[in-house]
């Protein structure tokens, strides 16, 4: 079973809109943390938010918030105000505390292409 | 600018050559790691070191060899390639790779595209 699930593999937005990108997750584990990131056409992973399984509140960055529902398994990014720029592959990614109390391993979910237009 | 340097950008090889990706970070970072990404797909971790060990293998053929020289440098050394191993190779630090879940965030660099013929 995977463990990141991203159904969007396209997502469309007018500039200067809100959009959000779906994520779900499965684990067992109580603790974890949830990131996600983005991979413009040039290669390389941004960082851009993270959220810890025991934080209370959704975290914000930004124009980039998470909407965390714990019980539901589903980390969802919110990005506000979009411009041209955000155009590219966003991945939800998640890291356990497994039993040996390493967490060195991310797991990605698939990815969705998100196009800004004009 | 990223903080973690990766070169060379692109790189052609042949089934013969052998090659290798370099990679340096100098934000003080423990633990090093090595994704590999086809296209369109997500990236797949190849190995992580934490300090300057190798702490994880997932099982990645002995034609892709990591090395940690010190602590703020990682190589893959690359011979016998396949061409199914074209790809993008993705270097990333973070602080640890141990303690709580989530707190060591991957700071990645760009990447080494590699064509291998």
């Known amino acids: 079973a995977q463990k990141i699930t991203q159904t969007q593999p396209g997502m469309f937005v007018q500039e200067k809109e809100a959009v959000t990108l779906d994520c779900t997750y499965d684990?067992?584990?109580?603790?974890?943390?949830l990131f996600w990131y983005k991979q413009p056409s040039s290669g390389e992973m941004i960082f851009l938010i993270y959220?810890?399984?025991?934080?209370?509140q959704n975290a914000t960055e930004g124009r980039y918030s998470l909407n965390f529902q714990k019980a539901r398994k589903s980390a969802n990014l919110v990005i506000s105000a979009s411009q041209l720029g955000d155009s590219a592959m966003y991945f939800c990614?998640?890291?356990?505390?497994?039993?040996?109390?390493?967490?060195?391993?991310?797991?990605f979910g698939k990815g969705t292409l998100l196009t800004v237009n004009p | 600018d990223t903080e973690v340097t990766q070169t060379p950008k692109h790189l052609v090889m042949g089934m013969t050559n052998k090659k290798s990706l370099k990679c340096e970070q100098h934000m003080g970072h423990r633990a090093m790691y090595w994704y590999k990404q086809k296209a369109k797909k997500p990236p797949e971790l190849m190995f992580v070191?934490?300090?300057?060990?190798?702490?994880i293998n997932e099982s990645v053929p002995s034609r892709f060899s990591p090395e940690c020289p010190n602590s703020s440098l990682l190589n893959l050394h690359l011979h016998a390639l396949q061409p199914e191993d074209s790809a993008l190779y993705l270097c990333a630090s973070s602080q640890g790779a141990g303690g709580a879940a989530g707190a060591n965030v991957l700071t990645f660099g760009a990447g080494s595209r590699l064509t291998v013929l």
């Open positions: 990614a998640m890291r356990e505390v497994n039993s040996g109390g390493s967490n060195y391993k991310l797991t």
């Open positions: 070191y934490s300090y300057e060990k190798l702490s």
């Open positions: 959220q810890g399984s025991y934080d209370q």
């Open positions: 684990t067992s584990d109580p603790s974890y943390g």
